[in-house]
């Protein structure tokens, strides 16, 4: 299973290829893709289908046996943003001896100096000219060599360099992709490198959302290979945990209940996109679905959102031996040590004693031990999705997460433990 994990996080280097892995992966489940623009059709039992938001979103649906209005959604939500850097328009900077370096936007929150030294590359979505103006061909591009590097300054110019640097984001940051001279002497490089990969015309090239990516696959490391090193575990790790449980929770009977797996893009910015948890694009596609099972749609839907559970899966910290001080003194999950319930006083999270109880029974019926995190009282920590998703849908739900070291670094941090467990803990929500 752990290897599968691994390729599907070399397959996703950025959010757009992360949908099209989904995609790839329901459709071979049998998984029929629905265009929201067109309607619905009848929803009974045991129909399977998909919906995709702007290349980049997510949204897999099991209707269950029983109607709506009497059992509400099994939803799982995770997000396959991650922090990464933009490539900007007219990106190229030519300098010096013909170095030619791209100018680029830090996505999200990323610790910077773990871009520096490491092969990159470059993925996202090209827009190609079709007969549609308002309609442009969009294609993805994952160029899977490295193509990029941001070298870092020589300790003999910044001999302080181990005692804490200030990075530019503009200055710092920016890859070297090429040399241009009398053997290479042309302009244009990266419009030109994305239509001989896309084998397009340099001119029907309309614009693009290309990111950076670690060009290093991923892998296991430790004596008995128990941790992923990996860039985007945080969140894709829980996307594809989420996937699993919701392919292996198929079977033959449809469940009671109506599963969903909801995949959200721009958490790492705050979500507030028609792609992201803070749209109205899920809550709009759960009303339609259950109208379709019933008359009166206002009082179906609110009844079966009352009677929903949400799980909003999204990594969470592990304790850190060299860092023992950063963390809470009585609740600091570990690494291999199961999936984590996350809990803030200030409702960062989504979790509360009444959906904290369902997710621990969850694990221990699903045979997981279950590890519960909160901030160290001194330390404001981070967010995610439960609580942007509940304060538009009011859904009882838990923010939980495995347990991940080093998050928001190029390559991050896991047990290969949690991830089963994650699986087994998920599979056991959507059957239930
Ligand atoms: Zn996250």
Same mark, same amino acid.
């Given at each position: 299973m752990i290897q599968r994990l691994l390729r599907l996080l070399d397959a996703s280097p950025v959010n757009f290829l992360a949908v099209? !892995? &989904? $995609?790839?992966?329901?459709?071979q489940a049998g998984f029929t893709r629905l265009d929201p623009r067109e309607p619905l059709g009848a929803m009974e039992p045991g129909r399977s289908f998909y919906v995709t938001k702007n290349d980049s979103s997510l949204y897999a649906f099991r209707i269950g046996q029983q109607? &709506? *209005? $009497?059992?509400?959604?099994? /939803? /799982?939500?995770?997000h396959c943003d991650s922090p990464t850097f933009r490539i900007k328009p007219r990106a190229e900077m030519r300098c010096e001896g013909g170095l030619v370096k791209l100018n680029t936007e830090v996505y999200g929150g990323p610790i910077l100096s773990t871009w520096f030294d490491r092969p990159l590359s470059l993925a996202g979505r090209v827009m190609l000219r079709s007969d549609d103006v308002m309609q442009p061909e969009t294609r993805l591009l994952h160029i899977r060599r490295p193509l990029m590097q941001i070298p870092n300054l020589a300790i003999h110019f910044n001999r302080q360099v181990n005692d804490g640097v200030k990075l530019s984001r503009q200055k710092d940051m920016l890859p070297l992709l090429v040399i241009i001279n009398e053997r290479f002497e042309q302009d244009g490089v990266l419009l030109r490198l994305i239509s001989e990969e896309l084998k397009v015309d340099v001119s029907d090239v309309l614009d693009f959302d290309l990111y950076l990516y670690d060009a290093t696959p991923s892998c296991t490391f430790g004596l008995h290979d128990e941790f992923i090193s990996s860039g985007r575990l945080d969140d894709l790790s829980m996307v594809f945990a989420g996937m699993e449980a919701m392919l292996r929770a198929g079977g033959k009977e449809p469940s009671r209940r109506t599963q969903v797996l909801a995949i959200f893009d721009n958490e790492e910015t705050g979500s507030q996109t028609k792609q992201g948890a803070g749209s109205p694009f899920l809550a709009s596609m759960l009303q339609r679905i259950v109208a379709q099972q019933g008359n009166g749609v206002a009082e179906d839907f609110a009844r079966a959102i009352e009677h929903s559970f949400m799980v909003s899966a999204d990594n969470a910290h592990a304790w850190h031996p060299n860092y023992p001080e950063k963390f809470d003194p009585t609740n600091h999950p570990q690494l291999g040590g199961g999936p984590v319930i996350k809990y803030n006083a200030a409702q960062k999270y989504a979790s509360d004693a009444s959906s904290g109880a369902v997710f621990a029974e969850l694990c221990r019926k699903a045979g997981v031990p279950c590890q519960r995190f909160v901030n160290h009282s001194d330390i404001a920590g981070g967010s995610t999705l439960g609580n942007i998703l509940s304060a *538009? /849908? #009011? /859904? =009882?739900?838990?923010?939980?997460? %495995? #347990?991940l070291l080093a998050m928001h670094s190029a =390559? $991050? !941090? %896991?047990?290969?433990a949690d991830y089963e467990y994650s699986v087994k803990a998920f599979e056991e929500f959507f059957r239930s």
């Open positions: 099209a !892995t &989904l $995609e790839k992966a329901f459709q109607p &709506l *209005s $009497e059992v509400g959604f099994h /939803l /799982l939500c995770a *538009s /849908l #009011p /859904l =009882r739900g838990v923010d939980m997460g %495995a #347990p =390559r $991050e !941090t %896991a047990a290969v």
